[in-house]
């Protein structure tokens, strides 16, 4: 809830709770591709720590994609 919050509010200034349901739904496949994503740099990684750090910026900009275009979007953008 609390990143619904801060992501609604202060990135897309939108904090409809409808959008929820589909907040939780980009965030739980946001997680999973990271986590298949870890697992699978970690055969070529030693280091899970260097693995995450190498997709810190692709896991964030696949999020930002995926909350503009389908959480939290504009009505005028909608229309």
């Known amino acids: 809830m609390f990143n619904f919050i801060t992501t609604g509010g202060y990135v897309f200034r939108e904090l409809s709770?409808?959008?929820f349901p589909r907040f939780v739904v980009c965030y739980v496949l946001v997680y999973g591709m990271?986590?298949?994503l870890l697992e699978a740099l970690s055969v070529w990684l030693s280091n899970?720590?260097?693995a995450q750090a190498i997709l810190?910026?692709?896991m964030?900009?696949?999020s930002y994609v995926l909350m503009a275009r389908f959480v939290f979007v504009s009505r005028?953008?909608?229309s």
Do not use: E
């Open 17 to 19: 709770l409808t959008r």
């Open 48 to 50: 899970k720590i260097i």
């Open 76 to 78: 005028r953008a909608a």
């Open 60 to 62: 964030a900009l696949l």
């Open 34 to 36: 990271n986590l298949v």
């Open 56 to 58: 810190i910026l692709p």
